[in-house]
Every structure is written in C-alpha cells, then in structure tokens.
C-alpha cells in the first residue's frame, strides 16, 4: 500500500436536501443524480450529485406532509469529515475502489465504498473492532457470524476475509442497506454475506459463533439484554463513550461471560471483545 497516485472520490460535490417528514410510498425516483435517502427519526436527508431543486418542488407538492428544512452543498471529502483513503489493520487492507491500489489487492484486501454512509473505517472504534475480530478468529474456528448494525458493510466484509462462512448483517436504515448490498457485489462475497433490514434486536435470538457491533448505545444495551445475547459463542462490543462503556461493562459482569480484552482510545471511545461461558 505504498501508492501516492492522486484519485477521485466517486462524487465530486454533494447536494443534500433536508426534510422534515418520511417519504411515502414506493422509493423516490430522483433520475440520475439522485444517490439516495438517509432516514432518521422523522427527518429524511437526500443526496444528489447535482442540484436538485426541481425534483425536490415536485416531491413537496406531491407530499404535502413533508417540508423543507435546508439545503447544503459540499464536497464529498467534506461530508466524510475526510479524504477516504487505503487503511490496514493486522492482516486486512481496506481500500476505496477507485484508488490504484485497488488493483493490486490480495486475498486479504477489502473493496470499500462507504458512498454517502458515515463508515469509511477511519474510526478509532472501526480499527478496535478489526483488531478484536483478529483476536477472535485466532483463538478458535469462527464459521458464523453476526453484524449487528453493519453500516457500510465493513465488519461483514472483514468477518468473511478472516475466515467466516456465513454472515447475517443487519441494519435499521435502507440506505445503508443498500451500500452494503453493493460493498458485497463489489467483494463477491454474496455466497457468504447475507444482508437484511431490520431491528437488530429482533435478530439476537439466532446464535453465532461471533457477533459484531459498532452501534449506538441505546441500541447496544438492549442487544445485551436479550436473551440471545448468552448464546453468542464470542461478541464485540463498540461505538461506546466512556460513561456508556461503564453501564455496558456493569451489565457484562451480571451475565455468564467473560471480558476477554477491552480497548479504550484517549479515554473516550471503549471497545470490549468477550465470550459466553453457557
């Protein structure tokens, strides 16, 4: 990974139009430059690679329940906070596809196109959670997994490269979805990597060799208070600020399983990685 060859992210500017309100029915067809919606809550955000104005006229007039909030426009580097760059960690190297060194990737590499997704694995967490993967695919077979709250796709992506046979990725939000739909094309990883819509809590009662999660807190103490959670043979556990990170460890030491290791990066952002004793 030693290329210094300039690239192209995959959209030069970004128009972001934010509405208060869901969009009904069937999924908006924006035309060609339409990227997608994040949903969140009751507010819809839609990206364009170019300006949009007249379609998003039509969808208010259409949709009367919906209203506008406000407009940006921005690079694409900017709205990643970043510029998307190759990364490694241990013996996995994540590239965007559009960079030379895509071309050039072995076995271990990954395909990463985060597009307007916030999970380029530029995180400190994103880096903790590979490392503890690495920890549990040394210390024993790990043919199941789950991604719980797989964002981009990355920790599925990962879990397959280290060896997993099956993974079930699961997300609240379609658009990311959808990015990881395509993520898994990209790495030809469809016979392994299996993604779904839906609340990750609804899902915890399926065991697994392992299970992955990089999600928010709230979302995080409900997964570990089901009763699935026990079944999980080894779990990783992140996204987590200090505070959270005390209230999830005080509910691990209730339960059957033990702390393997735990990460904490500048006192902010904690990582725990563990196993069931059941």
Not at 233 to 250: C, H, M, N, P, W
């Amino acid at each position: 990974m030693t290329s210094t060859i300039d690239y192209q992210p995959p959209y030069k500017e970004l128009y972001i139009y934010y509405l208060k309100g869901r969009i009904a029915g069937p999924a908006f067809a924006g035309g060609e430059a339409y990227i997608g919606n994040w949903e969140e809550a009751e507010d819809s955000f839609l990206f364009f690679k170019q300006p949009a104005d007249a379609q998003i006229s039509a969808l208010l007039q259409g949709q009367p329940h919906l209203s506008l909030q406000d407009n940006y426009q921005m690079s694409y580097e900017e709205w990643q906070g970043h510029a998307v760059a190759p990364f490694g960690v241990g013996r996995l190297q994540v590239v965007p596809p559009w960079h030379p060194d895509a071309a050039v990737l072995d076995e271990n590499g990954i395909l990463l196109d985060p597009g307007v997704v916030f999970g380029t694995g530029s995180h400190p967490t994103t880096h903790d959670c590979l490392t503890a993967m690495h920890h549990a695919f040394d210390a024993g077979p790990v043919r199941d997994v789950l991604d719980l709250g797989t964002g981009t796709g990355l920790l599925a992506l990962a879990a397959v490269r280290l060896g997993a046979q099956r993974v079930l990725a699961f997300d609240l939000n379609r658009l990311a979805v959808e990015t990881t739909r395509r993520n898994v094309a990209l790495n030809a990883m469809a016979g392994h990597v299996l993604v779904v819509q839906g609340n990750a809590a609804n899902f915890m009662d399926i065991a697994a060799d392992l299970m992955v999660s990089n999600i928010h807190f709230e979302v995080m103490r409900h997964l570990v208070s089901a009763q699935g959670f026990i079944r999980q043979k080894q779990f990783v556990l992140s996204g987590l600020l200090r505070t959270q990170a005390r209230d999830i460890e005080y509910q691990l030491h209730r339960l059957p399983v033990d702390i393997v290791h735990k990460w904490e990066r500048d006192g902010t952002w904690f990582t725990f990685y563990g196993r069931s004793r059941v």
